[in-house]
């Protein structure tokens, strides 16, 4: 498949009211898709937008390692760029901190992920595969997953991994909300007049609808990677494919 056929461009869609304070690319979630994120990034690196990730870049796809260590170097060196805190690196932390109480992180991906840092995880105690990742990450990866914020604000647009709870202002959410997500989100209009984008819920394609862009459409599992480029009133979706 040529470079050109990877990348696919929907023209502007209307989003009445929407009024970021600075043009804003959001990518959805990769989950271990390195090649993906390569392919992203070479379509937003020339534009002007800030590029915001919604988390969830670990688990499910091999190259775990490989994106981690992608996104750290870009959002050291390219002004403004911003990775936000997914449920799955929220869960990998925890079991860094706790092996024993969340070895279950292992069977949501985490043997993808540690495979992918060289980790043979198979059969292993949950203690010595932590151990062997912390070795693997560093400490200053580890820091920085942990420093991850949960929310990003630009004049109306709020981001965040999992949406935000309507019931609640946007700058009173839990992190639980931000991060693992609120039942009944999506079905409800906020009235402040903010739009929430977010990832976390596979999407068949990006779309608006109520206030929420969802822009998950699950990059391990269909093989694309896609974006939504923000700017006042319009947003387009920017995607790449395998």
């Not at 009211?17 to 994120?37: F, K, N, S, T, Y």
């Not at 990742?133 to 420093?147: E, H, N, P, S, T």
Request: hydrophobic share 45%; net charge negative.
């Amino acid at each position: 498949m040529s470079l050109l056929a990877r990348f696919m461009r929907r023209g502007a869609q209307a989003a009445e009211g929407m009024a970021p304070q600075e043009p804003l690319a959001v990518v959805g979630d990769i989950h271990g898709r390195d090649d993906l994120l390569d392919l992203m990034l070479a379509r937003l690196t020339p534009t002007e937008a800030r590029i915001v990730f919604v988390g969830d870049y670990v688990d499910r796809g091999s190259g775990s390692a490989a994106v981690l260590r992608r996104l750290q170097s870009l959002c050291a060196e390219r002004a403004g760029t911003l990775c936000l805190k997914g449920n799955h690196e929220d869960m990998m932390l925890r079991f860094l901190a706790d092996p024993q109480d969340n070895a279950g992180w292992l069977t949501y991906g985490g043997l993808e992920t540690l495979s992918s840092f060289g980790i043979d995880g198979a059969g292993g105690a949950p203690a010595d595969l932590a151990e062997a990742l912390r070795a693997k990450m560093g400490a200053q990866m580890i820091d920085w997953l942990a420093a991850l914020p949960h929310l990003f604000q630009s004049g109306n647009v709020a981001v965040s991994h999992a949406g935000a709870d309507p019931a609640r202002a946007i700058t009173d959410q839990s992190d639980e909300a931000l991060v693992w997500g609120q039942t009944g989100y999506g079905r409800m209009q906020r009235s402040d007049g903010i739009w929430v984008v977010h990832g976390h819920v596979i999407a068949a394609r990006v779309t608006a609808q109520m206030g929420h862009i969802n822009v998950d459409t699950g990059a391990y599992k269909t093989g694309r990677l896609s974006a939504a480029i923000l700017r006042a009133g319009a947003f387009e979706v920017a995607e790449v494919r395998a």
